[in-house]
């Protein structure tokens, strides 16, 4: 029965990436309104994580922001089924890549890269980098419990222009094995996700005591990766551009610190410009520091950014 209703969810997202946008849209307004008002999906989360990150806003400034972030979200969730069945012809003007120069510098040079990203805007889209530039694409996701129809689903909408899905427990043999690779590649992390509480880089974020996954970091130290960093930025409805920024252009010359002060401070810059497009929903902060791990304290040329 299980296996029987996946399927049926698969099939009714197939059905739903063939919709036009205008009904797209309009379905997204239905389910804001279910989501924020009816469902109430995650609102005390969503609160407390606006409320802890923004403590200079007034209670209605927050509530603007939590209905504009609903809003996005359902924009968002349809959009990602949507990647499924949109023609290139239709992304390639709703999805604008800027700066990709940085990655043609490193191609030239034979050098695969790390790419940062964040749950911020629609990053599945971002998945059409690969038709924008040389290098192999390459995305480490998580794998879908349980739901193998699903997962499929997801992983053919994602490489469906040519990217390479990763499961997570590979991405370091994947790194390294592109250190020795002749095609170089580009390996994407989203990094803003919730690692365990043991993890040994905690530092402040938003305000915070935030807790970052290590493996990015010190796989940019140990095969010496240039680590770049994307920001999607809205324009539009169902309309965005990326921007490739560089963070570290020696990785394996700094500590696995100092990459993540250039990671948290774009990210901060872009969230605090941008509240309403970034994940608030995940409980980023559901762990707290051990005692027996300290809080990496942020340089000053960081802390002032």
Request: charged share 25%.
């Amino acid at each position: 029965m299980n296996s029987f209703v996946d399927r049926f969810v698969v099939l009714l997202c197939k059905l739903a990436a063939r919709l036009p946008f205008r009904v797209i849209w309009g379905l997204a307004d239905i389910f804001y309104v279910l989501l924020y008002y009816i469902v109430r999906y995650r609102r005390d989360v969503v609160h407390e994580n606006l409320v802890r990150s923004f403590p200079e806003k007034s209670p209605e400034e927050i509530r603007t922001i939590m209905k504009r972030f609903y809003h996005h979200l359902s924009d968002v969730g349809l959009e990602a089924i949507k990647f499924y069945g949109i023609s290139e012809k239709e992304l390639s003007r709703r999805f604008k890549l800027h700066n990709a120069d940085l990655f043609e510098k490193y191609y030239r040079q034979g050098k695969s890269v790390i790419l940062l990203g964040m749950h911020h805007n629609n990053w599945e889209w971002g998945l059409y980098f690969q038709r924008l530039i040389k290098a192999q694409f390459l995305v480490v996701y998580n794998p879908v419990r349980n739901n193998k129809a699903l997962e499929r689903f997801i992983l053919d909408s994602r490489e469906r222009f040519g990217a390479k899905s990763i499961p997570v427990n590979h991405s370091v043999r994947t790194a390294l094995e592109l250190n020795h690779s002749e095609h170089p590649g580009a390996l994407l992390l989203l990094a803003d996700q919730t690692p365990p509480p043991n993890s040994q880089l905690w530092t402040t974020f938003l305000n915070q005591e935030t807790a970052f996954f290590s493996g990015p970091m010190k796989i940019a130290v140990k095969t010496n990766q240039p680590v770049l960093f994307h920001h999607i930025r809205k324009t539009g409805r169902s309309e965005y551009e990326a921007f490739i920024y560089e963070l570290i252009e020696n990785p394996s010359e700094v500590e696995p610190e100092k990459i993540m002060d250039a990671y948290v401070r774009k990210m901060e810059e872009i969230i605090q410009a941008e509240p309403e497009y970034w994940l608030w929903s995940h409980r980023r902060w559901k762990h707290k520091r051990p005692a027996n791990i300290e809080l990496h304290q942020r340089t000053a040329t960081t802390a002032g950014q």
